[in-house]
């Protein structure tokens, strides 16, 4: 069964970095490629980056590019997503998402509890 | 990266059908078969219900259905449940590398 277990939210005060961190179970991490969307209070859901299954190729947002970074560790089966420059409107829960495939960016066939992210002063 | 649209709520009673749309352009929805739909209950992860248009992953109950026309997707769930009252969210492949999400309908069982 694939589990994902996102950790690695809190409060942050604007400015500030965070590092949120994925567990993958259940499937060959690797073979797969993965994302990050988010969900702001109340709100809907919004892409925010998407890296493939080798960790060579990833993909942002615009409202996030230049200060967000994914990667990934699949020796150790880990999603990361380092937040940098925050600001209060990338206050939402994250979810790490699983795609169907190595690279695919069509939809997301598995998905985590989601870490909430504050910004707040 | 505009989001799709959704009409914000629908609404049904028990053993009745709903019909929600999902409206894009020809640079997502209309150019791509690749339309999803997820499920949310509250407090609780996005569900996948409907891939590729019209696709049921395995557990996926045959009351959820998806079609498309155009640049319009729908997600029609089928003698309705209480256990279906929740947010529903369509998503489309929209090229230039990103993947782009409807703004959520909140679907009230009656």
């Known amino acids: 069964e694939v589990e994902l277990l996102e950790s690695g939210g809190g409060l942050v005060q604007p400015g500030g970095s965070l590092r949120l961190s994925c567990a993958a179970s259940g499937f060959t991490f690797g073979n797969f490629a993965m994302s990050w969307v988010r969900q702001a209070p109340g709100k809907g859901l919004q892409w925010v980056s998407h890296?493939?299954?080798?960790?060579?190729?990833?993909y942002y947002a615009d409202s996030v590019k230049g200060r967000f970074t994914i990667s990934r560790d699949n020796s150790k089966n880990t999603l990361y997503l380092q937040m940098n420059s925050l600001r209060a409107e990338d206050t939402a829960v994250y979810y790490c998402?699983?795609?169907?495939?190595?690279?695919?960016?069509?939809?997301?066939?598995?998905w985590g509890q989601g870490t909430l992210v504050t910004v707040s002063s | 990266q505009s989001a799709l649209t959704q009409p914000p709520s629908a609404s049904g009673s028990p053993g009745q059908s709903v019909t929600i749309s999902c409206t894009g352009t020809?640079?997502?929805?209309?150019?791509?078969?690749?339309v999803s739909w997820y499920q949310q209950h509250p407090g609780k992860a996005p569900k996948l219900i409907i891939s590729e248009v019209s696709r049921r992953p395995s557990g996926v109950p045959d009351r959820f259905s998806g079609s498309k026309s155009g640049n319009t997707a729908s997600l029609t769930v089928s003698g309705l449940r209480a256990e279906d009252e929740a947010d529903y969210y369509c998503?489309?492949?929209?090229?230039?590398?990103?993947?782009?999400f409807g703004g959520g309908t909140k679907l009230t069982v009656l």
């Open positions: 998503s489309s492949h929209a090229g230039s590398n990103i993947v782009v």
């Open positions: 890296i493939n299954g080798a960790g060579s190729t990833t």
């Open positions: 998402a699983k795609d169907p495939f190595y690279d695919s960016r069509r939809w997301f066939d598995s």
């Open positions: 020809s640079s997502d929805i209309g150019g791509y078969n690749y």
